[in-house]
């Protein structure tokens, strides 16, 4: 029997992915960001390049979600926010689809 079936993973969740993803929407209505592709693939590239540049995060529980929550304004949450302008900036000058 897999461990799948036995446990519930669905209450395991990365935090970071859930940051990271707020701050590239937040990024990409800024003005500074008018220009930059938002198709698709490129997006995607976006959180992927930011994800894989963060350490996670993962939480199990709803005290894990609200140290989690927490985490938006401190040391943790600016460099979420730089790693994912940094993306932005290297996707939009070299997009896999041209």
């Known amino acids: ?6 446990y519930n993973f669905e209450y395991l969740v990365n935090e970071t992915e859930r940051m990271v993803l707020a701050e590239l929407e937040h990024q990409l209505e800024q003005a500074w960001a008018t220009d930059i592709c938002k198709c698709e693939e490129c997006v995607l590239d976006m959180a ?5 540049n963060l350490p ?4 199990v529980s709803l005290m894990g979600t609200l140290y989690a929550h927490s ?3 401190t040391d943790y949450g600016v460099k979420v926010k730089d790693k994912v ?5 290297k996707v939009a000058k ?5």
């Open 56 to 59: 996670p995060m993962y939480r």
């Open 1 to 6: 029997m897999s461990i799948e079936e036995n």
């Open 71 to 73: 985490l938006q304004d």
């Open 48 to 52: 992927a390049l930011s994800l894989n």
């Open 94 to 98: 070299n997009p896999s689809h041209g």
């Open 85 to 89: 302008v940094e993306s932005i900036k």
